[in-house]
């Protein structure tokens, strides 16, 4: 028996291309549920709860308070930084998020940054002349991703004809299928001077805020691109500028930062070799789809007694 529930968008909250019409949503949610076998229940009678919110962790928390007979939620994105911060991973309650379900568009954004930076495609767009400009290609180079998940092993997909020479760290030891080597991420220091482009495709913990800052932007080559697809505090945005300035690196393409949404009046918006884009790396149509598939499938495990896809772990927070 499950229920559809949301809570209010907090005041200030930035718009997001791929959030999707909310009443729209919640009928393809419903239509989902039901054609998973599920049946769709008040607040009171039900069991699980598909939480349709992309902000607003307290009212899930008042919500679950109020309901204590949920024993499953389904959460609508992929990062659950916010709800581990709140402490509702501590409830007897089996949490599901979207991890994994957007990985194809997002790498595909995460592959579109890269070609961009490295042919220099910010200064060639914002220069109003005939400016001619050497490249830099992708082919052949030297692609570290951070992050072993969905998206990392989409993104090694789309840069196999490219022929790169890819190194995946993350915190769990199983080798990534497509990677030239698997690492730990405490390897990181050791990798970093021989990568050319550096994506970030991994979770927020409190162990991977500022994974990216000063001695590690110092440790990579001074042409090398910082991709981020992730999260806005992966990268110390102070030590970030910084970098820029002292040509520590060569480019940075964000679809997230620190602070989100960037400040009209932010340093790195005049910075052209600073490609930022306002997080929108999936669409909303998509990320709908994928969404609705993600709940279909856990609604039918759930009533089946299999396992649930997405499944957050509250030891690692994520």
Known sequence: ???????????????????????????????????????????????????????GVTALSDFLDAHPGIEWVQLPWAGVENVAAAGLLDRPVVFTC??????????????????????????????PRWHSQDPRTLWGARVTILGGGGIARALLRLLRPFGCRTTVLRRRPEEVDGAGAT?????????????????????????????LS????????????????????HIDTEALLQALRSDAIGAAALDVTDPEPLPETHPLWGDSRVLVTSHCADSADYSMEVLCRRIESNVRRLSEGGELVGVVEPALGY
């Open 1 to 55: 028996m499950i229920t559809i529930a949301s809570g209010p968008r907090p005041e200030g909250a930035a718009d997001r291309a791929n959030e999707p019409e909310a009443a729209v949503l919640r009928g393809r949610v419903a239509d989902a549920v039901r054609a998973a076998g599920g049946r769709l229940v008040t607040a009171e009678e039900a069991h699980g709860l598909v939480w349709l919110s992309s902000h």
């Open 214 to 233: 000063t001695p590690e932007f110092a440790a990579l080559p001074p042409h090398a691109v910082v991709v981020n697809v992730a999260r806005g505090a």
């Open 98 to 127: 979207a991890k994994g379900a957007f990985s194809e568009q997002v790498a595909e954004h995460a592959l579109a940054l890269t070609l961009a930076s490295l042919r220099n495609l910010v200064v060639q767009a914002r220069t």
């Open 183 to 211: 690492l730990p991420i405490s390897r990181l220091a050791d990798v970093l001077p021989h990568t050319d482009v550096l994506v970030l495709a991994l979770a927020l913990t409190p162990e991977t805020r500022h994974v």
